[in-house]
């Protein structure tokens, strides 16, 4: 099991950048497949971004593409988020997930408590 806290959450204007990251608790964590999602209000939440165990693949959803860039520090245990040109749309509570399994955006198991970020225009 794991355990993920988000940090780096805010508000920010449009076209600004935020950098949003993730603890992971324990030994194994480089044995998980790391994930962000985002959940608006009134919204389903969404899948954002994934990055495979060792960093080389990542995916990403279509709204983020060229803006957003997962990452990951094995030794560290976390995973980040770096969100640039943000746009109004992008404001939602962020989740940090892990899974095992192959698929990077297939379910996920674990999940952060979730941090808010808002962008005013």
């Known amino acids: 099991q794991v355990q993920l806290v988000e940090s780096g959450g805010g508000s920010v204007q449009a076209g600004d950048s935020l950098s949003l990251s993730c603890a992971a608790s324990g030994r194994t964590f480089g044995n998980y497949i790391m994930g962000w999602f985002r959940q608006a209000p009134g919204s389903d939440r969404e899948f954002v971004a994934g990055i495979s165990r060792g960093g080389s693949s990542t995916s990403y959803a279509d709204s983020v593409k060229g803006r957003f860039t997962i990452s990951r520090d094995n030794a560290k245990n976390t995973v980040s988020l770096q969100m640039n040109s943000l746009k109004p749309e992008d404001t939602a509570v962020y989740y940090c997930?892990?899974?095992?399994?192959?698929?990077?955006?297939?379910?996920?198991?674990?999940w952060g408590q979730g941090i808010q970020v808002t962008v005013s225009s």
């Open positions: 997930a892990a899974k095992g399994g192959v698929a990077i955006t297939s379910r996920y198991d674990y």
